[in-house]
């Protein structure tokens, strides 16, 4: 039943002209090495849904470390922990709330940051 009223409402926005979807869009991109904690520069979400994408990687002597991601609002209050793993990991966290953004990053670890935000895309007939 389920299955028919989804391919029932495709077929409404078929007809009608309009299909949407969502796609990421890199809004801050941050990498390190083992010894860079840090904060960084401020960035600007401007959808209601976004995603903080992160790897880890292991050190120079292939050793484990913990790696923390904290979300900060720009005036300084903490929003989350949008990570705390140790060792190697390639994950993401879904963030929710428009705003300035910054991320303070404890590692003993390289890694890479991604943001990203869903954006809302509408493809007309």
Known sequence: MKKKILILGLACLIFMGAVKYTVLHQIAYFSGSEDDSRNTETFTITTHEWRIWWATFLDEEGEESNFQIYVYK???DLVDVA???VGK???FTTMRGKGDYYLKINTGQPYMITVYEEKEVKEEK
Do not use: P
């Open 74 to 76: 720009s005036d300084g």
């Open 83 to 85: 990570a705390n793993v």
């Open 89 to 91: 990991s390639n994950e």
